[in-house]
């Protein structure tokens, strides 16, 4: 079975600042992995998503995620982020054999000024 | 495009009511997906239909109920409802369930408590 662990429950940051989401994974078989945004009261957008080819991954609103097979990574980064990226942030992932989408717990960013 | 829409926005039942949440997408999409979202749980997933005419359990379907109404519509029904089942429910749709280039597309959310 698949699995996702989001280390961190909250991140606070201060605007214009650099922040790194971390998100692990579990599985024995190839995977494909996606990051979702979820604005308060709202559903959720996907930011981005690694099927194949390069490990470096451009999303929306200047997010990027790295993968990384052999530290089973796929962390979300920004260089400066602004107070409107507050929101809960999710790493899901689903292999290609096993077609569930698993969601990690969730991160909360805390953009303050 | 309205993309994935979810009726109600909001609902308060007692212990022991029946409900049914709605759920409708305008993408020719032809997967669709039932999710709930619990504090420090993330989403876990509780009912989907690959295709119309399929339905098919997730990983929480215990006390719940779904119909694939045709391609466009997916409910979802608490047939009994207990305070275990407080929760935000998502509905969601893709392309083809199980495809490489598969994304599902969220909608806002039903808040239910039940008291």
């Known amino acids: 079975a698949q699995s996702v662990t989001q280390l961190d429950s909250q991140v606070p940051v201060f605007e214009e600042a650099p922040v790194e989401l971390r998100c692990n994974y579990s599985s024995s078989v190839s995977v494909y992995l996606f990051w979702y945004v979820q604005y308060p009261n709202q559903g959720l957008q996907l930011l981005l998503k690694?099927?194949?080819?390069?490990?470096l991954v451009k999303g929306i609103n200047g997010f990027e995620a790295e993968f990384n097979k052999s530290q089973t990574s796929f962390h979300l980064r920004k260089p400066s982020v602004h107070i409107s990226d507050t929101a809960e942030y999710f790493c899901?992932?689903?292999?290609?054999?096993?077609?569930?989408?698993?969601f990690g717990t969730g991160t909360r960013l805390l953009v303050s000024p | 495009n309205a993309g994935v829409t979810q009726t109600p926005k909001f609902q308060v039942l007692k212990t022991g009511q029946s409900m049914t949440l709605q759920c409708a997408q305008d993408?020719?999409?032809?997967?669709m997906y039932w999710y709930r979202q619990d504090p420090g749980m993330g989403l876990r997933l509780i009912y989907y239909?690959?295709?119309?005419?399929?339905?098919d359990k997730g990983e929480v379907p215990n006390g719940y109920n779904v119909s694939r109404l045709n391609k466009r519509e997916f409910s979802l029904r608490l047939e009994s409802a207990a305070p275990s089942q407080t929760s935000v429910y998502f509905c969601?749709?893709?392309?083809?369930?199980?495809?490489?280039?598969?994304?599902?597309?969220f909608g806002p959310g039903t808040r239910l408590l039940v008291l």
């Open positions: 993408m020719n999409h032809n997967s």
């Open positions: 690694y099927l194949s080819g390069s490990t």
């Open positions: 969601a749709s893709s392309e083809v369930h199980g495809t490489v280039q598969e994304t599902q597309y």
């Open positions: 239909s690959a295709s119309e005419g399929t339905t």
């Open positions: 899901a992932v689903r292999n290609t054999g096993f077609q569930k989408l698993v």
